[in-house]
């Protein structure tokens, strides 16, 4: 993922910038869009908020993953609400970078929410990250890793 959002610096709930670089190298990153607007995307949040501080809590060295917030909130004092009040400790594209746009096109969303688990490339390994942890809960991030090809004998 370093390869589409490298040089870009993301936005952290706190309001903190993280250089992208340095955050996401060598790790599975899961593009999460969504708006707070949305009712589905406000049910599947605090799932997901979950999802990703079980699955750092439990790893037995730092588990190489993040998530990063492409919002399609309608504006940016909505979707820092939004990051506030429902997101985990994951990082977002800042409301104004036309690459939130870019994105949208390139990963073909068309309805929210949606979590598109990717490569370190930017190579989609699921588009179907939100069914997945629903239905394999932290099962699925194991095969998440193996598709992603970078590191081997990571076990959670």
């Not at 910038?17 to 340095?22: H, I, K, N, P, S």
Request: aromatic letters at 10%; proline letters at 4%.
């Amino acid at each position: 993922m370093v390869d589409v959002l490298g040089g870009r610096r993301l936005l952290t709930r706190d309001g903190a910038w993280v250089e992208a670089d340095a955050a996401l190298q060598n790790k599975v990153v899961a593009l999460y869009f969504a708006a707070g607007g949305c009712a589905s995307s406000r049910d599947f949040t605090p799932l997901l908020r979950r999802f990703h501080a079980q699955l750092l809590a439990q790893a037995r060295r730092p588990a190489p993953f993040q998530v990063v917030f492409v919002s399609a909130d309608g504006s940016a004092r909505e979707m820092l609400d939004f990051m506030r009040r429902l997101h985990g400790a994951w990082l977002a594209l800042p409301f104004h970078d036309p690459l939130r746009h870019e994105l949208r096109t390139m990963y073909h969303i068309s309805v929210i929410p949606r979590l598109v688990v990717v490569k370190p490339s930017g190579e989609v390994i699921t588009d179907k990250g939100r069914k997945q942890i629903r239905e394999q809960g932290l099962a699925c991030f194991q095969n998440w890793v193996e598709a992603a090809n970078i590191f081997q004998n990571f076990s959670g």
